[in-house]
């Protein structure tokens, strides 16, 4: 079965510090790739994606995030911490022939002034 | 701006008591999808529509069902909503003529007294 690993359930960063949130995905085609940021009490909002295009993908909020095929990764970074960014990440696969997600377990972001 | 609407955002209900919860979207997607998603968890599928074809995730209780009248609207009914219900219900939809990605309303908090 497809699986989706999120090392690590909590990540604690000072105010500006690059931020770190990793994603390991279980597959041997590519995937569709996804980093969803969830704020408390909200939906979840949709961060950047890798649909096989450009390997280094950027998104909102200054987050950029990597495919590396060989390493089946897709970490999500960003360069300086705001205190805004806390809230809890997911990562999430989907596999070309169905309409479902496969959700990591989540990273939650403490940014620490 | 098109988008997923859920109502209400917050639902207090018995224990045993029917609930329905809605979903609507102005983003005329053919895939609706409901999750339920527990405190510190990853959102977990119970079921999705691709236009008027329903897909029930095999562990998804009877107690939950799901109508979708037409494109816009798609519902979640509970018969008899349980304490272990009680959770955050997220609406998420998707396009299949764009993106892979799936787009997530604000989540309805239900509470189970």
């Known amino acids: 079965a497809q699986s989706v690993t999120q090392l690590g359930s909590h990540v604690s960063v000072s105010e500006g510090a690059l931020v770190l949130l990793r994603c390991n995905y279980s597959?041997?085609?590519?995937?569709?790739l996804f980093w969803y940021v969830q704020y408390p009490n909200q939906g979840l909002q949709l961060l950047l994606k890798y649909t096989s295009a450009a390997t280094l993908v950027k998104g909102i909020n200054g987050f950029e995030a990597e495919f590396k095929k060989s390493e089946t990764s897709f970490h999500l970074t960003k360069p300086s911490a705001h205190m805004s960014d806390a809230a809890e990440y997911f990562c999430a696969v989907k596999l070309y022939n169905t309409d479902k997600l496969i959700f990591g377990t989540g990273t939650r972001l403490q940014v620490f002034p | 701006d098109a988008m997923v609407i859920q109502n209400p955002r917050y639902q207090v209900t018995q224990f045993g008591k029917p609930v329905t919860l809605s979903c609507s979207q102005t983003?005329?997607?053919?895939?609706m999808y409901w999750y339920q998603q527990k405190s510190s968890q990853a959102p977990k599928l119970l079921f999705h529509?691709?236009?008027?074809?329903?897909?029930n995730e095999a562990d998804t209780p009877d107690n939950f069902q799901s109508r979708r009248p037409n494109t816009s609207f798609c519902f979640l009914d509970i018969r008899s909503p349980g304490l272990g219900d009680a959770a955050m219900y997220l609406c998420a939809t998707r396009g299949t003529s764009g993106g892979h990605e799936q787009f997530f309303g604000p989540g309805t908090r239900l509470t189970v007294l």
């Open positions: 597959s041997s085609v590519p995937p569709y």
């Open positions: 983003l005329n997607h053919n895939v």
């Open positions: 529509y691709y236009d008027k074809d329903f897909n």
